[in-house]
């Protein structure tokens, strides 16, 4: 399939105009835009009192909040007129404490433990969160490797590799948002039902 001609132009700086406030600091005006959490599931009790979503780690390119577009395998854009609400690896950390959270498996589940540490660690780094250019057309590719670690003894508990692609109508914001929404929502449901199975916490229990 030909790739449309729009696609020539979704580099930096292609969109004309700027808001008062950002043409002062050399940026052009954003919309900005955030993903949601899946639907909320309740499971029964874990093994694992406390989880700990340790932040994300990502190559600069990815540490951002710039929306990317891959037009091949060595080159990144990024969206002129959207940017996300948070960093790439915020984002996807707020996701997983409010999705694990509202299984109700644990007893706490955040961003640092309550106390000096947490019974859990998950630890993981992001390889993929992008718009891809194809021959079939453009698709939202999103990859992340993961671990769970004993606070206690170092030890890994679990491993796993999780992955989404949904493809999009096309490179317009409009149609991009949406597949990037999806693609969240299924990365976030695997690594959940990862992180409660290696917990002990039985999916068949969810509701």
């Known amino acids: 399939m030909r790739l449309p001609t729009v ?10 105009g700027c808001g008062a406030l950002s043409a002062l600091q050399g940026e052009p005006a954003r919309d900005l835009f955030e993903l949601r959490p899946p639907a909320a599931v309740t499971c029964g009790k874990s093994r694992v009192g406390e ?12 540490d951002s909040n710039r929306i990317m577009i891959r037009p091949s395998a060595l080159q990144t854009q990024y969206l002129p007129d959207a940017e ?3 960093t790439v690896p915020a984002m996807l950390q707020r996701l997983l404490v409010q999705n694990l959270g509202a299984t109700r498996s644990f007893d706490h589940v955040g961003r640092a433990p309550l106390g ?10 992001i390889e993929d969160f992008n718009a891809e250019l194809t021959p079939d057309g453009v698709v939202i590719r999103m ?17 796993g590799r999780f992955a989404a692609t949904v493809p999009a109508a096309s490179t317009r914001t409009a149609d991009l ?5 999806a693609a969240a929502r299924q990365l976030v449901t695997q690594m959940t039902e990862w992180a409660l199975t290696a917990s002990g916490t039985s999916l068949a229990g969810c509701r």
Do not use: H
Request: aromatic share 4%.
């Open 51 to 62: 989880m700990v979503i340790e932040p994300p780690k990502a190559r600069g390119t990815l």
């Open 84 to 86: 996300w609400g948070d």
């Open 7 to 16: 696609l020539l132009v979704i580099g930096l700086g292609t969109l004309p």
């Open 177 to 181: 948002i949406p597949a990037f929404d």
């Open 116 to 125: 000096l540490s947490g019974d859990v660690a998950m630890i993981s780094e």
């Open 143 to 159: 990859t992340v490797d993961a671990q769970l670690v004993s606070e206690m003894s170092a030890d890994v508990i679990s491993r």
